[in-house]
């Protein structure tokens, strides 16, 4: 091969699993199967190059100023790129250019404002098993942001919820991880890229990583201390940082442990039902609690509030805290404003500076953090008469005024994109650079006196003086005036009309020029090097800036909410009461062009399970969300949509809703359902919130009920939360009669003799019919068919009351086929369940009693 294909595939072999971008001067190439691979996922032209002895290669290049759309095209298939730039000036170079790979971009290296959603962070995760623990760091490289956590390794739900909280989307894993089911489905449903690694630090060498990194003497400020699995998988993800970036300058903030006990856990079931960050359908923003809430001005608030979202809080402190800023900012809401008119000309910040600590910010870039720094003091004044600890924070915070004027005074108020073109610094920063500037700008100046000089010297009034790329400075004259050019001059270029030709002082000055022009180029570059150094230097100072303005423009989106939408100051305690008064749902308030009907929950340690019934589409499943939707905001230490709520600490909130099959891992309706429900049963404890809509509908009627009526007891009785229980299963309001702190209540409705009015009103008692005719009417069932069920279920009626068992006309016989749940009878099933002790019953021990009575029935009729 040639010389440069072998520079190539050896660089390419030191990288393997990557696709490898090769700077060859304007462009980025790729050969071989990378070629071939490049050419097909970014559709572009696939040629070929001399490959030597004769031979052909397959190549595929790009304009290296396209990169960014195409880099991000490749990461967004999947792909690891390793982008191999060229480390010497090829001008300068002797033989072939050397050339480094200087990063390795993925999905969860990105830096790249562009190329990220400025709403959500980019995480890429760490998972590894150490002892019976799993280990889980998080860090996002484009803002600086490193969480981790551990918790046992069996503790599968643990796991699932985490990824779904924190999103990663990147996963490196142990090889104990490789086979893990909740892994690879996580990365098959997202479409996330993941990484065995293939070996783990020990816990001395994981200790000394992280000393080393940070410059640090202990580990004891860090919460990592004698957590084997959190230190090593924090470790893995700093080294693979590094070695993804080149050794690249890490602006990483030191680790943050945390523990799920520090925050109320939304599993990844109950984040989907609730559509808290994405709508069921579409996966969309808009129709989610994030996209209702969400009033920042800032990129950095906007991650804020969605991490705030989704780990709310279970410190009554906290919550408190975040509570009176709100109520603060309320009461002096004019100052809110002011702070708002601030707050959105600020840039983002975190990602810039990260730019800058990589080096691959623009003067643009940092005329943008200038422009958001520029607005602290103003910020600081808005908030300055608040008394809020929270708010309160900003006061301290260092201003950063000499950085500010050094780059006001040194960067060029409108600098080009690219960093070698000029025009990156201010007139009157640097002498030397204005004395080249003034030569350069005086040139024509000169041109315009030479050619007169010349004109006069010569006789040769046609005489011109030009200039282009290829030949530099000419003097041009005319076929006619040949037999007049002096001989000082020397003959350069023939053209059509004439000859071109240079004189001994044109090429004395182009020489001055053209080396002026590389001197300010060169200058300049290195001028805003220096700038963008001093602008690391104070990169702890800025993100301490960064961190407060985003609490700021959280805390002020929220007081936008509570003023706009008249949201309350919730009450926050330890104990048991949950109080909601005319609450309403956040999301549907805000769609829906009619005015919200407003509705009460009052619950506590006695009554603490209520079963609603109800017709469909009258606002069941509306109450439930918004009951965990009021619980959700209050913990984040936001108003929340009531007159008045009193919220208990909640731990976990649970939720099964809606039916969904899960057909790839062969998973029905029904079995999606018990496998909720079976998680249910087995994390929720006395302070959870559950949140169940229509358990049992997946199976026959009698199944369905009986797993119904299991449930409710269990939860009721074993587990004591807090529990809304819709259901069609009119059955089970007899519950209410049985326990004292079992409620009914329903969604009222308005009868006349042809129409139905669901009023979405919940009121006290049972609802005894569910209305499935009107709303089947509703969605344009023909008339005959509607006609032809209210038969139907006329006759069914009469003969549940009557003890009778349903049976079409045609096929009536003298004796049931099957038996009524209710019957009476000396059937040894019906005996059996008599003798069943429900309060001690658990509900496995319930679905297997089932199973065997379904089987003799079974046995029954076959006999018969």
Known sequence: MTPMLIQYFTIKEEHPGTLLLFRCGDFYETYGEDAVTASREMDIVLTSKDAGDGKRIEMAGIPFFALENYLYTLVQKGYKVAICDQVEDPKKAKGLVKREVTRIVSSGTILEPEMLDRTSHNYIASLLDRNGMTGLALA???????????????????????????????????????????????????????????????????????????????????????????LISSACLLRYLRETQKNAPLSMRIPHFFTSSEYLTIDATSTKNLELVHTIVGRERKGTLLWAIDRTDTSMGARLLRNWLCHPLRSIQEIEMRLYAVEEMLAGYERVRALKEHLCKVSDMERLLTKAVFGTCNARDLNALLASLDQVPDIREAVRGFGSQLLQRFHDLDSLDELRSLLSRALDPSPPATLREGNLIREGYHEELDELRGMRRNAREWISRYEELERGRTGIRSLKVGFNQVFGYYI??????????????????????????????????????LSADERIKSLEYELFSGIRAEVVRHAEKIQQISTAISVMDVMAGFACNAREYRYCKPEIGAGEVLDIQEGRHPVIEKLSPQPFVRNDLFMDGQERLTIITGPNMSGKSTYLRQTALIVILAQMGSFVPARSAKIPIVDRIFTRVGATDDLHLGQSTFMVEMLETSNIINNATERSLVILDEIGRGTSTF????????????????????????????????????????????????????????????????????????????????EETLNRAQEILEQLEGEKRNGAVFERPEERSSRPVQLTFFEESHNPVIEEIRKVNIVETTPLQALNKIYRWQRSIERFKASK
């Open 140 to 230: 996002d490289l484009s803002t600086g942001d490193f969480e981790v956590t551990e918790f046992p390794s069996e503790s599968a739900d643990i796991l699932s919820d985490e990824l779904e909280r924190w999103h990663p989307s990147e996963l490196l894993t142990g090889s104990s991880l490789a086979e893990n089911a909740i892994i690879s489905r996580y990365c098959s449903d997202y479409r996330v890229t993941r990484t065995l690694l293939e070996s783990a630090p020990g816990m001395p060498e994981s200790e000394e990583e992280i000393k080393r990194h940070y410059e640090i003497r202990t580990l004891a400020g860090t919460g990592l201390g004698e957590r084997q699995s959190a």
């Open 703 to 782: 199944d369905g009920l009986s797993i119904a009526w299991a449930v409710v007891e269990h939860l009721y009785q074993k587990i004591k939360a807090k529990t809304l229980f819709a259901t069609h299963f009119h059955e089970l309001t007899a519950l209410a009669r049985k326990h004292p702190g079992i409620k009914n209540r329903r969604v009222a409705v308005k009868e006349t003799h042809d129409e139905v009015i669901f009023l979405h009103r919940i009121v006290s008692g049972a609802s005894d019919k569910s209305y499935g005719i009107y709303v089947a009417k509703l969605a344009g069932f023909p």
């Open 476 to 513: 041009e004259v005319t076929k006619t005036n040949l037999k007049m050019v002096p001989d000082d001059y020397i003959r350069k270029q023939t053209i059509a009309n004439g000859e071109r030709f240079f004189s001994p002082e044109l090429k004395e000055y182009e020489t001055k020029v």
